[in-house]
């Protein structure tokens, strides 16, 4: 089926720096989301973006996250500075016209 | 407020038993139910989903799922298990909406034992 796809699958850093998580969705889809999941927890919305532009995001999406796709290449969440908190597995989904989201296989992000 | 609980965390039956996990949800209005399953290590996989129409619904891997608004339902069954079906089982709501967010139950992690 459809792939999405998520680089780098780890990512470590120091408390503070600066990250970006790289999302590739399926191809001719529209929408995409970034959930989190910390470890053996259920998956909590961050975001969505369409048409440029985010169009809901949760009180997990602090004013350190951002999202972007600029010129249709990957989707990407930036987070500056990171916390401790942020560490966790970061899921990149998208969405066609049907009601289905298709899910990328995550980055595991420790932040020391 | 939309909200779905998962209230079981582990299921465990043995192969060929039947399986049923529940969900249940909370929505003002008609929602868009999903079934997703998580491998250890991967990400989810779509199971199957619920948006109108026929209350059964049936998906990928031999699994079915029943609608039911009498009491904000949509439990997940298959019959019958198989010990490759060990994984985690995470049911979701859609508000609807085309950005609409999926907000999901915490999974049910199920063992099915050879």
């Known amino acids: 089926g459809p792939k999405v796809l998520q680089i780098p699958s780890h990512q470590i850093i120091d408390m503070g720096q600066m990250v970006t998580l790289n999302c590739d969705p399926v191809s001719n889809h529209l929408y995409f989301y970034w959930y989190k999941q910390i470890l053996g927890q259920q998956m909590e919305f961050l975001v969505n973006f369409y048409n440029g532009k985010v169009m809901e995001k949760s009180k997990l999406f602090k004013d350190q996250f951002s999202v972007e796709r600029p010129d249709g290449s990957y989707f990407t969440l930036k987070i500056q500075p990171t916390a401790l908190e942020d560490s966790a597995v970061y899921f990149c989904a998208s969405r066609g016209t049907v009601a289905e989201q298709f899910f990328g296989p995550g980055t595991r992000l420790t932040v020391l | 407020a939309q909200s779905v609980d998962q209230p079981d965390a582990h299921v465990t039956l043995s192969e060929g038993a039947s399986l049923e996990l529940r969900c249940s949800y909370s929505?003002?209005?008609?929602?868009?139910l999903f079934w997703y399953v998580q491998y250890p290590g991967q990400s989810l996989q779509f199971l199957l989903k619920y948006i109108t129409g026929d209350t059964v619904v049936k998906g990928t891997k031999g699994f079915e799922a029943e609608f039911r608004k009498s009491n904000s339902s949509f439990n997940l069954k298959k019959s019958p298990a198989h010990w490759s079906d060990s994984a985690k089982y995470f049911c979701?709501?859609?508000?609807?909406?085309?950005?609409?967010?999926?907000?999901f139950g915490k999974g049910t992690k199920l063992s099915v034992k050879s």
């Open positions: 979701a709501l859609e508000g609807g909406g085309s950005n609409a967010k999926l907000t």
């Open positions: 929505y003002s209005a008609a929602p868009y």
